[in-house]
Each structure stands twice: as C-alpha cells, then as structure tokens.
C-alpha cells in the first residue's frame, strides 16, 4: 500500500531519535516465560556462522543492542488514513548489529504474529479496520492442543531469529517487544506499514497454522498483484517467499502436506497488503498435528525452525 503519510512518517521520524535503551526491567517483564535460559540447542545442519550465533538462549533482550523505536502511525482504511499506536500495543523495537557479516547494511523487520493479550482484549481485537478488505484488527492465534500458544511461540521463534541476524550483520526492527496478557496487536494494519517506516528493506511475519490434526509441515503465504496495495512488493515478495522455501528446507522442514501448494498467493492478509517492501509470512509448521507440536514447545525445535528462517533470510539477502 502507497501511503500518502509518508511525509508524516518522516516527521515523526526526526522528531523522535529512537535512543531509548531498554532497561533489565523492562526485559524481565517482556520476556515469555517460554523462553529458557539455559538451553543449548543443538543446530546440526546449519552453516557455521549459524552455529555460533545459536549458543545458549539467553532472555528475550540478549544479544543486539536493544533500542525502542518509537511507535509511528498505522492505516486504519479509507476514511481514517493514519492514526498513532494505541498505549495498550505492545512497543516496535530495534536491534543493531553485534559484529560485520554477512547482513551488514541490511536493515530487516521481524514480526511475531499475535500476542498474548489479545485474547484477553476481545472487543478491541475484534475491531474491523480496512486493509485492502475489511479484517478485524488481529486474532488470538492458534495453539497446539496441551495449550503452548501460537503467539508465545511465534515471540520465541523472532528473539531466536534475531540474534542469529544480528550476529550476522543486519538491523533487526520488530514489531512487538513484548508477549503480554496486558497487552494487544498491534493491529495487522499497523505490522504492515512497519518495515517502510523503519526503512526495512524486507519483512518476514512468524506464524504457526492451525491447520488439521493429520497433516504437517511449513507453508508460506505471500501476496497477490492487489492495484493500489501490493503492486511495488508483489514480485519481490514472490522472490522472498521462494527463498524462505529454500531455507526452510534446508533444516529438514517439508512443505504442509495439507496444502497442494508451499506457496500461497494471497490477497486478503491485511499485513501483506498494508506493507510497502517484499513481505511474506511464514506458517512454521502446524501446532494442531502432534508431531509439529512437539517441535513447537521444544526449545530445541523452536531454534531449528530459526536457523531455517536464517537461512532463508541469508539466500533472499544474497539474490535480491
Ligand atoms: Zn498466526
């Protein structure tokens, strides 16, 4: 989607230096209780920088030099063009580089689908917004059938992405800095007006399917030639989305065997629409088939599932 708020972006941009750096308090109370400090998983097949970066999972804030972006606008359709981050969204937040590598120069945004809170803000999530189709502001996201939610899930998956990325090289921005009952969204709208805002020069939604029980594997959602909303990311997405494939593959992930295609092409996801560089979304692998699940709520899995995205990332990175 073209925005012709850029301008007030930008404003906003240089008014707001985003210099705010997190305090141990505010990761203590971000980080997922999910989220272990002691787990060494073990990536077998990756790529040496890959297995250097996996190391220990420390808390959600380890690893990159967290600073808060300041929260921009967000479409909110037709009538209302843009309007500022409600206080009850969990805040954008950015991560630089830990050392030169692959990545550097690249500036690459993250978005964890989801968040916790949303099912405990019922009547804000459900508030219809338009995205190129009227859609509600965001959902609760599914679960895999003990109860491990898809938005705890997808939380992890980004923080483990995003110190692979960050000790290769890139810029991390990513849209939620925390996984909160107290919080909700950001609305889809908002995740995909993101990454031009913070001159990313692509995105990758995390997500998991709930898709059904007896099939499993990964799949990957990018948009359709939509005038007016996708027509200056459709084919880069289409490119992004091929190489998360590829990388996907590369840790022994295989296309969802519920699906006649690994590549969906899409034209009602308000966050691929709403969003102005390539963007795909990634379906990880299905929490409702038992097998995926367990990968899910293993901390092991969940690092395997983002040394896949890395190499994703690291093959689009390389093409483009
Ligand atoms: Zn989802």
Redesign the pocket.
């Known amino acids: 989607m073209r925005m012709t708020t850029a301008g007030i972006a930008l404003l906003l941009a240089a008014a707001v230096p985003a210099v705010v750096v997190l305090g141990t308090g505010a990761a203590s109370t971000a980080a997922p209780a999910s989220v272990s400090t002691t787990a060494a998983p073990v990536v077998a097949a990756a790529a040496p920088s890959v297995l250097r970066a996996a190391g220990p999972v420390p808390s959600s804030w380890e690893g990159g030099h967290a600073v808060a972006v300041a929260p921009r606008w967000w479409p909110q359709g037709k009538a209302h063009p843009s309007a500022a981050w409600p206080a009850l969204w969990p805040k954008p937040v950015a991560f630089s580089p830990m050392r030169k590598g692959p990545l550097s120069g690249l500036v690459i945004a993250l978005d964890p689908?989801?968040d916790i809170g949303n099912r405990s803000h019922v009547s804000l999530i459900n508030k219809k917004y338009w995205v190129g189709l009227t859609k509600t502001c965001n959902?609760t996201?599914?679960a895999t059938n003990a109860g491990y939610p898809?938005a705890t899930y997808?939380f992890d998956v980004v923080a483990r992405l995003r110190r692979l990325l960050v000790a290769n090289g890139a810029t991390v921005v990513v849209t939620r800095d925390r996984n909160s009952a107290s919080t909700y969204g950001p609305c889809v709208g908002a995740r995909g007006a993101f990454p031009s805002q913070e001159k990313a020069a692509f995105m990758v939604q995390i997500?998991?399917?709930g898709g059904p029980a007896s099939g499993r594997g990964f799949h990957v959602i990018a948009p359709a030639l939509y005038q007016g909303y996708t027509d200056d990311m459709y084919i880069g997405s289409r490119a992004l989305g091929n190489a998360m494939v590829v990388g996907m593959r590369t840790q022994g992930f295989r296309p969802a065997t519920y699906l006649s295609k690994v590549v969906q092409i899409r034209k009602d996801q308000g966050g691929l629409n709403t969003s102005d560089v390539p963007t795909v979304t990634v379906?990880t692998l299905n929490m409702r088939n038992a097998a995926d699940a367990r990968l899910a709520m293993s901390s092991a899995g969940r690092q395997k599932v983002a040394a896949a995205l890395y190499a994703g990332i690291l093959r689009y990175a390389r093409t483009r």
Request: aromatic share 0%.
């Open positions: 689908g989801h959902t996201g599914t898809e997808n997500h998991a399917d379906e």
